[in-house]
Structures are given as C-alpha cells and as structure tokens.
Nanobody, 117 residues
Framework: QVQLVESGGGLVQAGGSLRLSCAAS????????MGWYRQAPGKERELVAT???????NYADSVKGRFTISRDNAKNTVYLQMNSLKPEDTAVYYC???????????WGQGTQVTVSS
C-alpha cells in the first residue's frame, strides 16, 4: 500500500499561481497512474489531471492550458502547477495513486486551494 502526502495549497488571488506536491511513500515506478482530483463544497469529486507511468498526461477541459501535471522520479513526487487560477478552481485537491496490479487506489488527505476574486 502506498501513502501520499500532499502540500502546497493556500489562498491566492484570481490570476495567480500555486504548485501542489504529492509525495509517494514508494518508488514511483511501482505506480501505474497518479492524478489530482478536486472537490468543491456541495459538488462531487472531479478529475483534474492524471499522469501514467509512460509520462502521458490527461487533463479536464476546465484546466487545459492552465494546469500542468508533472513528476520527479528521483523524489517519488508528482506536482500540479496551477496558473491563471480562477475562483471556480476553489476546492480541496486530492492526490490519487494506483499501484500496478492493485484493485484499489489510494487517496491523500487533501489540500485546500482557495482563489479569491
């Protein structure tokens, strides 16, 4: 089982930037896919971005061109660079990871991102 520790959330004005980090407790090459999800008050959790073992990425339409997911293999860490933030990006952001061969994925504890207008 992998453990995930997120950091980097906070309060930022609209148009600003934040970078979220998700550190995995295991070698990142044992992880098939990692991703960022978010959940705003009163809404369902939604996909933001994913990165698979090959390095291919996928983004929600709402964040394309503004957010970038990347990883540092040496640090077993995945990042989410968020630029041009909007108030509608306000949510708790969760990191998720699925190991090769696992039937279930693991969630981080979440980090709050608040964008003021």
């Amino acid at each position: 089982q992998v453990q995930l520790v997120e950091s980097g959330g906070g309060l930022v004005q609209a148009g600003g930037s934040l970078r979220l980090s998700c550190a995995a407790s295991t070698n990142i090459f044992s992880i098939r896919v990692m991703g960022w999800y978010r959940q705003a008050p009163g809404k369902e959790r939604e996909l933001v971005a994913t990165i698979i073992s090959s390095g291919s990425t996928n983004y929600a339409d709402s964040v394309k061109g503004r957010f970038t997911i990347s990883r540092d293999n040496a640090k077993n860490t995945v990042y989410l660079q968020m630029n041009s933030l909007k108030p509608e990006d306000t949510a708790v952001y969760y990191c998720n990871a699925a190991l090769w061969g696992a039937t279930m994925s693991t969630w981080g504890q979440g980090t709050q991102v608040t964008v003021s207008s």
